[in-house]
């Protein structure tokens, strides 16, 4: 069964520093990795998707990187803004979406 | 593209009382919807999985009488939580996969279910 870890599961900084968000996987064998931001009481709104044949992907101040040998793949988030607070939430896909526990962010103005 | 609506947005229904949620894709077929649920500051878990026009794949340890899940055409997938009580009270999001497609999923805004 395939377990994924987030770490931290909270982190506070002050705006325009860099986030670096962790994700853990334990099953290699996967379809692709995406990464997701939750606001309090929202849906999902998918960020960047990782394909299982890709190290990385990148969207505006938005970069995922991807190693599947090792299990693990960071989100960096550029010069963090008071907006980009929320929890971000990692899902593996192995014919099934896995969801972590998230990393709650909050980015003090 | 790839829009995914839940109706409703939010219910509050008594206990014993059945609720129906629906998942549309708006602008693509989806030949496969899938359910999770979530609870307070934890993560989506997935209840099931369903394909247009055959019957929907439960995860262990969901019961399928209680969550009956149709997926009647290529856009609309509905979930019925039977005579529900307390503590199925959660956040439901559905999702949906494009026939042709590299296996993403689309998320709905969810529904926030209280059983009083």
């Known amino acids: 069964k395939q377990e994924v870890t987030q770490i931290p599961a909270a982190l506070s900084v002050p705006e325009g520093e860099n986030l670096v968000l962790n994700c853990s996987f334990t099953d290699s064998a996967i379809y692709n990795l995406q990464w997701f931001r939750q606001d309090p009481g929202k849906g999902l709104t998918s960020l960047l998707l990782?394909?299982?044949?890709?190290r990385e992907q990148t969207s505006g101040r938005l970069n995922a990187s991807l190693d599947k040998s090792s299990g693990r793949s960071t989100l960096y988030i550029a010069a963090s803004q008071p907006g980009d607070s929320a929890t971000y939430l990692c899902a593996v896909d192995d014919y099934k979406l896995s969801f972590g526990a998230g990393t709650t962010v909050t980015v003090r103005a | 593209g790839a829009v995914v609506s839940q109706h409703p947005s939010w219910v509050i229904c008594k206990s014993g009382t059945s609720v129906k949620i629906e998942c549309r894709s708006l602008d693509f077929q989806a030949t496969t919807m899938f359910w999770y649920r979530q609870f307070p500051k934890q993560s989506l878990m997935l209840m099931a999985t369903?394909?247009?026009?055959?019957?929907?794949?439960?995860e262990q340890g969901v019961e399928k009488d209680k969550f009956l899940i149709n997926h009647a055409s290529l856009t609309l997938s509905t979930l019925t939580v039977t005579s529900a009580h307390p503590e199925d009270s959660s956040f439901y999001i559905c999702?949906?996969?494009?026939?042709?497609?590299?296996?993403?999923?689309?998320f709905g805004p969810g529904t926030r279910l209280t059983v009083l």
């Open positions: 999702s949906a996969q494009k026939r042709e497609g590299n296996n993403e999923q689309f």
């Open positions: 369903s394909n247009e026009g055959s019957k929907a794949t439960y």
């Open positions: 990782i394909q299982s044949s890709q």
